[in-house]
């Protein structure tokens, strides 16, 4: 159904059980899923988070200064850049991880027209250190970045079956919804992303789609357009 999809991937995610650090075992299994929808004929953009090794905002970063905070933030990114890289050319697909940051030694700088230039030739791209700027989270960079590339969607995987009215962990009435739009995520102030990155995507019309990612072959089943999570609209 996509040809060209922006993903978001959290670095909690890569941690898998474990909750630091990475996990082998699962970013191999995200690789052969990311693998699988390439193999597809879609073009695959990746924006990674950081929050497996350090959060700029989190309970420990409390006491620094933001600006340090963040920046070592965007660093962490960057190490999950380079473990998705490694593990997606094991099968054989080119990637390449473009950084907002510079650091020409271990990855190329994010250039837009090289970015689409490298999707087009079917090379599966990772954008990493954010949008290189404190104050800013990963989920407004994939915003940005998928606006930027044209993507047809932006997809985040989470913990969850979608969007839902309340935290479902917590709430065991929560109502889910399949459909929403990006205005009512801001009046409801649900927890789907942050401000700005729901802000960007409202105002340039772009559609996004929370699904569990946990959930084997659901990666691949958003890509070829199965109702599986919430879809948001403007």
């Known amino acids: 159904m996509y040809k060209r999809i922006v ?10 059980k474990r909750g630091f650090g990475l996990d082998a075992e699962r970013v191999i299994e995200i690789t052969n899923e990311i693998v699988e929808v390439r193999a597809l004929g879609v073009e695959v953009a990746i924006v990674v988070g950081g929050g497996n090794f350090f959060r700029g905002v989190a309970e420990h970063a409390k006491e620094m200064d933001r600006v340090s905070a963040d920046n070592m933030g965007m660093l962490s990114t960057v190490i999950n850049a380079i473990a998705l890289q490694d593990a997606i050319e094991k ?12 650091m020409d030694q271990i990855a190329e700088p994010y250039i837009r027209r090289r970015a689409v230039r490298h999707l087009e030739k079917g090379r599966v791209v990772i954008f990493a250190a954010g949008i290189g700027n404190p104050f800013f989270s990963t989920d407004t960079a994939a915003s940005l970045r998928a606006m930027e590339v044209k993507a047809d969607v ?20 929560a109502v889910k919804y399949d459909e929403i739009t990006y205005m009512e995520i801001l009046k409801q102030g649900l927890k789907v992303m942050d401000l700005t990155a729901v802000s ?9 789609i929370i699904f569990n990612m946990n959930q084997p072959g659901n990666i691949r089943r958003v890509a070829l357009g199965e109702k599986v999570g919430s879809i948001v609209t403007s």
């Open 7 to 16: 993903f978001k991937l959290s670095g909690e995610a890569l941690a898998g």
């Open 91 to 102: 099968h054989g697909v080119q990637c390449r991880v473009m950084t907002a940051v510079a």
């Open 154 to 173: 932006l997809m985040k995987g989470t913990k969850v079956e979608g969007i839902y009215s309340a935290d479902p962990v917590l709430f065991k009435d």
């Open 200 to 208: 960007l995507c409202k105002d340039n019309n772009l559609p996004m």
